[in-house]
């Protein structure tokens, strides 16, 4: 007998028809002889809307409260995902995080997992019972307030309840048949990668890719959980996420990802001292900016210019923080880009193979596609475009790449 995780996406659970589709495939994996623990999203666009109503009463919610209201959409999806599977005749119950034994660390909107207390899921199974459990939330050990783990946050409370009970297996059903190379909305030749590490499902996922949370792979990884990305519309196989040695082989560039929205900001003439940029980044950082790519430009032995990349939309709070501190800083001028967009390509076959990142850069440049920042890692290099450009960059790193051969090319 095995143990099963099942996570059903927002979609997968947005109307009575699909809950009861998600019902019949928890039911397969019980008539197979397994136990099974159900992960839910709220119904399909419910988080969003709740987002929506909170936004009308107040600009400015308590994190508090709008963890109360956002946790609320898994619950009806629980409620009602148990009720389709007892009128099957089906022993199941459902659970809210706090009931399934998931405690968080003390924040609101985008709380860690820090322990599962899985007794009573554990005695649940033991007595013949399906448990449905309520994803993205759980509740914060020192104070009994009910947080929110992030959006998308379902994905890594079934990942961690996988590794908290020892699961063989979790299956994440979503609206796609797996991940793709890149997202086929935007690049019609994109395919469905077969499997892909959890190294680079983790790159993929922070940069950009939506189909998972990034800490759910985070997760999978230190616990080893083998994941399976699948559709719940279909029986085709989905994307398995696993260890690199088991994999059929290491590709040069196994996916791309994107995402717009970000502005360059550049802090010109600061005094080029040694501590330049532990002042610079300790102070956005306690300011809670999110800063990605980073350059420094050393001017001469007094001055230095700084460039850094921020999602666009916390650009104001950035300008903010930047001024007050002006003095301090000693900065001449604060002058910022819009309007960019980063593009990644992601494989580990890169650690390898050298003159990747020369092979990306030519291809865009002979698009004429001006690279304005660039990173890497050993299994990835990202460049910030500007929007415009932005799906002509993938579509010429799609193809460079041969990333819609059928049959993956081997790269020795
Ligand atoms: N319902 C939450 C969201 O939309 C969590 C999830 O679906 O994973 O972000
Ligand atoms: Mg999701």
Known sequence: MGRIV????????????????????????????????????????????LVRLAGEISANPSKREMDMLLTTGEQITIALLTMALHQQGYKAQSLTGWQAGIQTENAFSNARILDIDSTRIEDLLKSGHIA????????????????????GGSDTTAVALAAALKADRCDIYTDVTGVFTTDPRVVKTARKIPSISYDEMLEMANLGAGVLHPRAVE???????????????????GTLVEEESSME????????????????????????????LSDLFTILASNGINVDIIIQNVMNEEKTNISF????????????????????????????????????????????NHGVAAKMFKALSDQNILIKMVST???????????????????TLHDIFELDARVPVQNS
């Open 6 to 49: 099942q996570k059903f996406g927002g979609t997968s659970v947005g109307s009575v028809e699909r809950i009861q589709n998600a019902a019949r495939r928890v039911i397969k994996e019980v008539e197979n002889g397994n136990e099974v623990v159900v992960v839910v999203s709220a119904m399909g666009k419910t988080t969003d809307e």
């Open 132 to 151: 449905v459990v309520a994803g993205f939330q759980g509740v914060i050990t020192e104070t009994n307030d009910i947080a929110t783990l992030g959006r």
């Open 219 to 237: 997760f999978a990884k230190n616990y080893q959980i083998s994941l399976e990305v699948r559709s719940s519309m279909s029986d085709e196989r």
């Open 249 to 276: 082989q290491n590709l040069m560039v196994r996916g791309l990802a994107f995402e717009g929205n970000i502005t360059k900001i550049t802090v010109s003439n600061m005094p080029n001292n040694i501590n330049a």
């Open 309 to 352: 990349s921020i999602e666009t939309s916390h650009l104001s709070e950035t300008q903010e923080v930047l001024a007050g501190f002006q003095d301090k800083l000693g900065f001449e001028s604060i002058s910022y880009e819009s309007g960019l967009a980063k593009v990644s390509i992601v494989g580990s076959g890169m650690i390898s």
């Open 377 to 395: 890692s050993e299994i990835k290099v990202s460049t910030v475009v500007k929007q415009e450009d932005m799906v002509k960059s993938i579509e």
